[in-house]
Every structure is written in C-alpha cells, then in structure tokens.
C-alpha cells in the first residue's frame, strides 16, 4: 500500500493511550482480540521504555492511559508503570482480568495514584464463568478481587464480551454487576478480529438474540437508573451504519504494543504492507503526527464510493479499515457492514449462518497465575 500524502487539515491531539504492556495472560478466552502471533516476554519493551512513552504521550496532549494487555499483572513492575503515568499526569486506568491482583498488590497500586479498574467479568455465574475463561476457579478470584477493589473506593467498572455462549445471561450480568459495587457496566459484543475473528462461527449469535438482546438493555438502563450506568456496545453484524472505528483513524486515540509499535487502532497490524513505526525509533509525536501509516486513512481524501460522497463520512469515517479489509480483501472498501456498502450482503450472509459445531479454538499461550 502506497503511502498517501498527509492530510492538509490540522491532526487534532490524541485523547487516549491504549498501552499494551503485556500479551501474556493466564485466561485462554475464545473471543480474544490479541493477534494470532502474541508477542512474547522477551519482546515487550522494559520500565524506563513505557515511562517515557507516558512523558512523551502527556506532552502530546493525551489525557487518559488504559493499561492492558494480555495481563497486565504478569508484568512484576505494573505498580510502577502506575505511578509513572501518574506522574505524568495521566488519568490512569487498569483493564484487568484480576487474577493476579492480591490484597498487597491492590495496595501497592492506589498507593502508586490508579484511577480506576475495569474488571471481565465472561459470566453471570460461576461455571460458564470459569468455562468461558478456561481458567478454573477465575470467576470467583473476579469476585473477591471486586471486593477489594471497592472496599477502597476505587471507581469499578465490569466489562462483559458477549457472545453465542452467554447472551443470554446478559440481565443477569448487569445485576452482577451492580452486586459487586460497580459503578459502570459494559455490555460489548465480541469485536471480529484476533481470536474472536478465527472462532467467529462459533461465537457469532443469532440475529433473534440480538433483536431481544436490544430490548433487554432499553429496558435494564430504565430499570437500573441511578444503580449503575450501562454502556452497551451493538454487534457490528448486525447493524445497519458502521461504528466510527475508534473515532475516525488517527483521530483520537493510539495504542502501543508490547514491543513498542505504534497502531491507530488495535487490529491495524492485519492490514498488509502499513509501515508501523516504534517509540524505539521515533517519538511518540512524531509517529502521531507524520507515520504513513496514521496518515493512511485520516480524515475523508483516501475515500472511495459509496463513503466519499455520503453525508455520514465525517460521521462514521467509513467504519472498520480491518473489518473492510477482513471481509471484502481491500481496506479501502466501504465497511461492509453498512447497508450503503456493495459488499454488505457478506455480512447478511454471516449473520444468518448456523452456528459451528466444533468447539472455539483458545487464545495461544498464557501465563501462570
């Protein structure tokens, strides 16, 4: 893929740092969104390394910085990657399976300045729980490691991927949820990409459950009104417009690997022949502001029709480049999931299939506990 020129119109500061410190996990979920090739211990860059990224991100203008992974407990320094982001400023957020996390650790955390924990929580009760993990006993380690959490006061959050498998415990989750002291829920439905894209067959529920899925989360932010807020995240399958992938590319937020590349968004590597520099090699504005590969499809100029002239291409940029790329083999098609898209009876046909028989293929290798 040629590299275009850079947009003429000004690049917005980025809001958000996705930090991915770590793709070693001791889950196996079947709706990974890791790459099928995880990078190892021996790849991720050191402390110093992501101090520095933390500088160079508040410098930028970034104001919030989610630590996650894989796990980020597996790395022994994560209080101190904490208390640096902290340090620079950043409102500083863990996205953690808990398992890892005792008592002393939670301390050593707050003490370094965390702001707030989301906790995956994969179901409401603890068999489909621990199945859905492939951990035994990870569903009730979540629930004491919630406790903790709010027994200090830390702002929680509860992040459920939802599939074929527990679609149907989504109320029950809310109310999960709500009895672990959260303050926030959020009910995503499994993103295609990684993992969840090679068990896609098996994980992909039917359009019926989707359509009661819809009526259940109206209903439950009525009923739940002042417990807790829900943020619900719809099934790309299965709508009709596109989500603004992570707000436009290359407009709001950036996510850093293990190894130090620089993506616009989490799937970008499967997209061939994009050039991703690292902060091992360039500063993290630098990449932000001049990378071919954050300037591939910024704003609106690298647009084919239908999206070029349609009056939502500043509203949802043309949807997913990886999905567009995953399901019609060009990334610069329109994303086939909007039903403006030549190519969206792809996703009518996939949404209409019959489950798999076989079992989901686990994410690669994990950690110990």
Same mark, same amino acid.
């Given at each position: 893929?040629?590299?275009? $020129?850079?947009?003429?119109?000004?690049?917005?500061?980025?809001?958000?740092?996705?930090?991915?410190?770590?793709?070693?996990?001791?889950?196996?979920? /079947?709706?990974?969104?890791?790459?099928?090739?995880?990078?190892?211990?021996?790849?991720?860059?050191?402390?110093?390394?992501?101090?520095?990224?933390?500088?160079? /991100?508040?410098?930028?203008?970034?104001?919030?910085?989610?630590?996650?992974?894989?796990?980020?407990?597996?790395?022994?320094?994560?209080?101190?990657?904490? &208390?640096?982001?902290?340090?620079?400023?950043?409102? #500083?957020?863990?996205? #953690?399976?808990?398992?890892?996390?005792?008592?002393?650790?939670?301390?050593?955390?707050?003490?370094?300045?965390?702001?707030?924990?989301?906790?995956?929580?994969?179901?409401?009760?603890?068999?489909?729980?621990?199945?859905?993990?492939?951990?035994?006993?990870?569903?009730?380690?979540?629930?004491?490691?919630?406790?903790?959490? #709010?027994?200090?006061?830390?702002?929680? $959050?509860?992040?459920?991927?939802?599939?074929?498998?527990?679609?149907?415990?989504?109320?029950?989750?809310?109310?999960?949820?709500?009895?672990?002291?959260?303050?926030?829920?959020?009910?995503?439905?499994?993103?295609?990409?990684?993992?969840?894209?090679?068990?896609?067959? &098996?994980?992909?529920?039917?359009?019926?459950?989707? $359509?009661?899925?819809?009526? $259940?989360?109206?209903?439950?932010?009525?009923?739940?009104?002042?417990?807790?807020?829900?943020?619900?995240?719809?099934?790309?399958?299965?709508?009709?417009?596109?989500?603004?992938?992570?707000?436009?590319?290359?407009?709001?937020?950036?996510?850093?690997?293990?190894?130090?590349?620089?993506?616009?968004?989490?799937? /970008?590597?499967?997209?061939?022949?994009?050039?991703?520099? #690292?902060?091992?090699?360039?500063?993290?504005?630098?990449?932000?502001?001049?990378?071919?590969?954050?300037?591939?499809?910024?704003?609106?100029?690298?647009?084919?029709?239908?999206?070029?002239?349609?009056?939502?291409?500043?509203?949802?940029?043309?949807?997913?480049?990886?999905?567009?790329?995953?399901?019609?083999?060009?990334?610069?098609?329109?994303?086939?999931?909007?039903?403006?898209?030549?190519?969206?009876?792809?996703?009518?046909?996939?949404?209409? /299939?019959?489950?798999?028989?076989?079992?989901?293929?686990?994410?690669?290798?994990?950690?110990?506990?």
């Amino acid at each position: 893929m040629n590299a275009p $020129t850079r947009p003429q119109e000004a690049i917005p500061a980025p809001l958000a740092l996705l930090a991915e410190v770590t793709h070693r996990c001791p889950l196996a979920c /079947a709706y990974c969104s890791n790459p099928l090739d995880l990078d190892r211990r021996s790849d991720e860059m050191d402390t110093a390394a992501w101090l520095r990224v933390f500088e160079e /991100a508040a410098a930028l203008g970034v104001l919030h910085v989610h630590l996650s992974g894989g796990e980020p407990a597996a790395r022994k320094d994560l209080a101190e990657l904490v &208390a640096g982001g902290a340090r620079a400023g950043l409102y #500083t957020n863990l996205i #953690t399976s808990g398992i890892g996390l005792d008592e002393r650790r939670l301390d050593e955390l707050v003490h370094a300045g965390l702001d707030h924990i989301q906790l995956s929580v994969q179901a409401a009760e603890e068999e489909a729980g621990d199945r859905f993990s492939g951990l035994s006993g990870s569903h009730r380690r979540k629930r004491d490691f919630a406790a903790l959490v #709010t027994a200090r006061g830390l702002p929680l $959050t509860i992040n459920a991927v939802i599939h074929r498998g527990n679609i149907g415990q989504v109320e029950a989750l809310v109310h999960e949820a709500i009895a672990l002291g959260a303050r926030r829920v959020e009910i995503a439905h499994a993103q295609y990409y990684g993992w969840a894209l090679k068990n896609r067959d &098996a994980l992909l529920p039917s359009r019926e459950a989707v $359509t009661g899925m819809r009526a $259940t989360m109206a209903r439950l932010r009525t009923e739940t009104a002042g417990a807790i807020v829900i943020d619900y995240v719809p099934p790309d399958y299965f709508a009709r417009y596109p989500k603004p992938c992570v707000h436009g590319w290359g407009r709001q937020s950036l996510n850093v690997t293990p190894r130090g590349k620089v993506l616009p968004c989490h799937a /970008a590597e499967t997209i061939p022949d994009l050039e991703f520099w #690292t902060v091992r090699e360039h500063a993290l504005a630098e990449i932000w502001e001049s990378s071919p590969t954050f300037n591939a499809f910024r704003g609106t100029g690298w647009m084919r029709e239908p999206c070029a002239s349609c009056a939502r291409r500043e509203v949802d940029f043309g949807g997913c480049r990886c999905q567009a790329l995953m399901l019609t083999g060009d990334a610069r098609n329109a994303d086939p999931v909007c039903t403006l898209s030549p190519h969206h009876a792809l996703v009518e046909k996939m949404a209409g /299939a019959e489950p798999a028989a076989r079992p989901p293929t686990r994410r690669g290798y994990a950690a110990p506990a």
